[in-house]
C-alpha cells in the first residue's frame, strides 16, 4: 500500500515557477514507477510527466517538454515536478500517481495509487 500526499501547487502569473512535491508513505517507494497527471475543469485527467523506479528514465507529455522535469529523491521518498515557464493553460489539479516496476508509464490505467491533488492556477 502508497499513499500519496501532493504540496506546492497555488497561484502563479504566466511565465513563473512552481515546484510541486509528492510525499509517498512505505518502504517500497524505490520499486515504483511514479507520474503526474492533470485535470482541468470539463476534461479528462491527462498525462503529464513520469519517471521510472530508478529515476533513469524520464517521459513527458508534448506540450510541457522543455518547461517541466521530473525528479525523485528516494531515500525521501518523494518525487518532483518543477514547472517553468508557465502558461494559463497549464491550470488544473495536479495529481501524483505510483504504479509498479514495468513499463506504460504514461498510460493513466496502470497506476494503482493517487493522491489527493493540487491545485495550480496559472494567470494571465
Known amino acids: 500500500q502508497v499513499q500519496l500526499v501532493e504540496s506546492g501547487g497555488g497561484l502563479v502569473q504566466a511565465g513563473g515557477s512552481l515546484r510541486l512535491s509528492c510525499a509517498a508513505s512505505?518502504?517500497?517507494?524505490?520499486?515504483?514507477?511514479m507520474g503526474w497527471f492533470r485535470q482541468a475543469p470539463g476534461k479528462e485527467r491527462e498525462f503529464v510527466a513520469a519517471i521510472n523506479w530508478t529515476g533513469s528514465n524520464t517521459y513527458y507529455e508534448d506540450s510541457v517538454k522543455g518547461r517541466f522535469t521530473i525528479s525523485r529523491d528516494n531515500a525521501k521518498n518523494t518525487v518532483y515536478l518543477q514547472m517553468n515557464s508557465l502558461k494559463p493553460e497549464d491550470t488544473a489539479v495536479y495529481y501524483c500517481?505510483?504504479?509498479?516496476?514495468?513499463?506504460?508509464?504514461?498510460?493513466?490505467?496502470?497506476?494503482?495509487?493517487w493522491g489527493q491533488g493540487t491545485q495550480v492556477t496559472v494567470s494571465s
Open positions: 512505505g518502504r517500497t517507494f524505490s520499486s515504483y514507477g
Open positions: 500517481a505510483a504504479k509498479p516496476r514495468g513499463p506504460y508509464l504514461s498510460r493513466r490505467d496502470v497506476y494503482d495509487y
